[in-house]
């Protein structure tokens, strides 16, 4: 890496140029980060303490929890530091470490658990004897493990390449975090065959991912509209977080890394990564929460009475 690149630190850009916004937008993703980190604990808590709650779709529920928790770690609290501080340095292996573990946590494994969790939702609704065979313990863990070790993989590769280019120009990362479109932009070597490498992967994991997903809710529909009206309700209540969820991730996802890098200003590169970086781990808990019910139940054994009411 060092041989690769005259760079040997870069400059991340801050939320505003004006220094106060700067803190209070600062102060407000923290404020955010926090409250992501505390409604993911409780996804994780009550999903564990509760006994009716280990179940597949609440294991994975658990992990997709666990990995928000990781992922907004590794770009949140380091922007809010380096907005406070003033200090905007980062060196190349904290961008590479950046870079590496964005691309594990949001652009793979997340993606891959999104569409386990939609197949599960397919075999419970569509082939509800089979379910106990087919999406078993075994199942959770080897599909949680491939997920997880692939991710390694996916990840190291796009990040081999990135960081396999001359950067000997500007070293100010247009962006709050490093991710691999704000440094193809800082690189003086041709990153055509990378951009073709990031279009041909999104469409073919995130693109895979949405057309299974998609494919299982057209089944899982298809299915529901011939119940009685009474478990029709039953069944999308089941459905709808999981499909908010997703719906909220792609379309964040899709764009930040599929508009094109010449048409980006910065501060809609810094809007648009807040989106993907914060957004998703933040609503994750509440619409997770909200809209089911037995999350809902399982907090109300977990939290203390008294805290709902309001009661010292």
């Known amino acids: 890496m060092a041989n690769s690149t005259v760079v040997t630190v870069f400059l991340l850009e801050g939320f505003a140029e004006d ?11 923290l404020l955010m980060f926090l409250a992501t980190l505390l409604g993911n604990l409780l996804i994780v808590t009550v999903t564990t303490a509760d006994q009716n709650l280990h179940t597949p779709m609440y294991f994975f529920l658990r992990n997709l929890s666990i990995l928000d928790m990781c992922y907004i770690s590794v ?38 658990f999104l569409t386990v969790m939609a197949w599960d ?3 419970a609704i569509c082939q509800p004897l089979h379910y106990s065979t ?16 692939s991710g390694l993989v996916y990840a190291g590769v796009h990040t081999g390449d990135t960081f396999l280019l001359n950067f000997c120009g500007s070293n100010v990362v247009p962006q709050f975090f490093c991710d691999v479109p704000s440094l193809l932009r800082l690189s003086c070597s041709d990153t055509s065959s990378n951009q073709l490498s990031i279009l041909v992967s999104a469409v ?12 299982s809710y057209v089944c899982i529909f298809s299915a529901v509209l011939r119940f009685p009206a009474r478990e029709r309700g039953k069944a999308f209540s089941t459905c709808a977080p999981h499909m908010l969820v997703v719906s909220v991730f792609l379309s964040v996802a899709a764009c930040v890394y599929l508009r094109p890098l ?22 994750n808990p509440i619409i997770y929460s909200l809209r089911n019910k037995q ?8 939290i203390p009475r008294s805290f709902h009411s309001g009661k010292v």
């Open 204 to 215: 073919v994991i995130s693109g895979g991912g949405f057309v299974s997903i998609v494919t």
């Open 75 to 112: 770009t949140v609290p380091n922007a809010c530091i380096n907005s406070l501080t003033g200090n905007r340095a980062i060196s190349v292996a904290g961008c590479a470490a950046q870079i590496f573990l964005v691309i594990y946590c949001a652009a793979y494994v997340e993606i891959l």
């Open 295 to 302: 999350i809902k139940e399982a907090l109300g054994k977990v």
């Open 134 to 149: 087919i999406i078993n313990v075994r199942f959770c863990v080897r599909m949680t493990v491939v997920s997880l070790l």
């Open 19 to 29: 220094q106060e916004l700067s803190v209070l937008l600062a102060m407000l993703l």
């Open 121 to 123: 939702r397919y075999v």
């Open 262 to 283: 010449q048409t980006s200003g910065v501060l809609q590169d810094v809007i648009f990564s807040v989106f993907y970086a914060v957004v998703p781990p933040f609503l």
